[in-house]
């Protein structure tokens, strides 16, 4: 039996090199390749489905051109021919990158009309700010239960920088937080990188679970990829959209009402000394604590139509900059922060009354921020060693497309209070993260598919209407402060707060 195993290997290379050297792009290549690999595994299904003389000597009368005298084989003759050909075609996978890393680029071209009025009524705008945005993602599965994922960034303006720089701001470029979602060089840095296991079981019982570390994919999370027109993440966005470094734990507790619980924790930056240091990586105690961050993810309820979601994390070590005046003096210190999030998403409500309202999506989501001081530190702008509590609310719906089969609309609204802070310096709004905003802020999108959901379009209008300065800033009274328009001007900085914020945003991408 083992001679039929280098002519199956040999007959099957040969058909499946044939069937692709015609084929005009290496897509209809790799797509021919998939075919005839679906062929190659629906017949062993079929081996295994007859189990019959039959089926041996048909087999054989089609390889060797005569039917085989002999005949009589067995059960177990017909199982090792089976693991013939299904060797065979483990051979041909790997051989046509089966046991490689899987590749696909998203790119994304962008033209934004910028326009900004400041609290002293000056302003400042931006006609045409123009990106390229490419996400090479890769990945690959090496078991049914491991897995490898990465995603590599580039994010780049047009003709890149004039060479000057704010220095009050200028350090924050490429700050860890944003260095993918900031149109700052042409480096390709690592958006995310982790490995991933799953397993169905957990110590014998039937509770499906998940765990992974490395830099989690932290951005694009629960509700804010619906405008993004993204895979959710696990973050639920209204607080969290940020990258980051940790691991995470998911527990399926409940598949028919789809409860699930995720353990969180990560860390934001790290406290160490440089490598050519006296005695590298050990903490250094000039400068910040490192900052951590741990969090737990609740999901009660997610039947599909309808889905509750909660989450709660506490922030140790935030920080803020030293001097207003020249940011490049480092960071301080300034506390830790705890943050509450619940939000109620329903899909399909029209049922078959109407097929507009089964196809769309309405969400509502309450967000709480809560600080937690260090005794000689403002957070905020409070006073030193002063809690203060923050709230926001984000209203919003997906809904059909009203020119096209496959395109989406959306509507959004979102509020925040006056100490409202969230970590969402990730979001991919280049005039500052609306979720984050301490006032009112309006959105409207659509997105459309040229060419099937390959190519798409989108036009964004954000609109932001501060009430609070420090809606972008850190965490402290420096950056973070939340002082009024009337504040702001009466301190002098009246130039350096924005009052209202303009974004018209067009894009152009392509996904493969």
Not at 30 to 51: D, H, R, T
Not at 57 to 75: L, R, T
Request: one cysteine or more; proline letters at 2%; hydrophobic letters at 35%.
């Amino acid at each position: 039996m083992n001679s039929f195993k280098p002519l199956l290997t040999s007959l099957a290379a040969a058909t499946l090199l044939a069937s692709t050297l015609g084929a005009d792009s290496m897509y209809e290549r790799f797509e021919a390749m998939e075919k005839e690999m679906q062929k190659l595994k629906a017949e062993i299904a079929s081996l295994k489905g007859k189990k019959t003389l039959a089926a041996i000597k048909n087999i054989e009368v089609d390889e060797e051109g005569s039917d085989d005298e002999e005949g009589d084989y067995h059960d177990d003759e017909l199982e090792e021919r089976i693991d013939d050909i299904e060797e065979s075609i483990a051979e041909i996978n790997r051989n046509t990158a089966g046991s490689h890393l899987k590749f696909n680029v998203d790119y994304r071209f962008a033209i934004e009309n910028m326009h900004y009025k400041m609290a002293d009524g000056s302003k400042a705008d931006n006609d045409a700010f123009m990106t390229n945005r490419i996400w090479l993602n890769m990945g690959y599965q090496a078991t049914n239960n491991l897995s490898f994922a990465a995603q590599l960034a580039y994010n780049k303006a047009f003709g890149a920088r004039s060479g000057s720089s704010d220095p009050r701001n200028g350090s924050f470029e490429t700050f860890d937080w944003i260095s993918n979602e900031n149109a700052f060089d042409d480096q390709l840095r690592v958006r995310s990188a982790y490995i991933f296991y799953k397993d169905m079981e957990f110590m014998g019982y039937d509770i499906p679970w998940t765990f992974s570390i490395g830099r989690r994919p932290s951005t694009d999370g629960h509700l804010v990829n619906l405008r993004d027109d993204t895979r959710e993440n696990s973050p639920l966005g209204h607080s969290i959209n940020v990258e980051f470094d940790g691991l995470s734990s998911s527990f399926m507790l409940n598949k028919e009402t789809g409860t699930y619980v995720k353990l969180c924790a990560g860390r934001g930056m790290s406290n160490a000394s440089p490598r050519f240091s006296s005695t590298p990586y050990s903490k250094n105690s000039v400068d910040n604590s490192s900052i951590d961050l741990a969090g737990l993810i609740f999901v009660p309820y997610d039947d599909r139509t309808y889905q509750i979601a909660t989450q709660y994390y506490y922030a140790a070590n935030l920080i803020d900059v030293k001097n207003p005046a020249d940011y490049t003096q480092g960071f301080d210190t300034v506390g830790n922060m705890h943050s509450g999030t619940i939000h109620l998403k329903t899909t399909g409500l029209g049922g078959s009354y109407s097929e507009f309202l089964y196809d769309t999506i309405f969400f509502a989501s309450f967000a709480v921020s809560k600080t937690d001081p260090k005794s000689n530190q403002s957070m905020l702008g409070a006073d030193l060693g002063k809690s203060r509590s923050g709230t926001s609310f984000w209203l919003g719906t997906q809904f059909p497309s009203l020119i096209s089969d496959e395109g989406r609309w959306g509507v959004e609204y979102n509020h925040g209070s006056k100490y409202w802070r969230s970590v969402t310096y990730g979001e991919d709004t280049n005039i500052g993260s609306k979720l984050a905003t301490r006032g009112d802020a309006y959105e409207a999108y659509m997105t459309e598919y040229l060419v099937e959901d390959v190519l798409s379009l989108q036009l964004r209008y954000t609109y932001i209407d501060y009430k609070y300065s420090g809606s972008n800033g850190f965490f402290g009274g420096t950056s973070g402060a939340a002082m009024s328009m009337s504040d702001a001007r009466a301190f002098g900085i009246g130039d350096q707060v924005v009052d209202k914020a303009q974004d018209i945003r067009l894009y152009l991408r392509y996904k493969y």
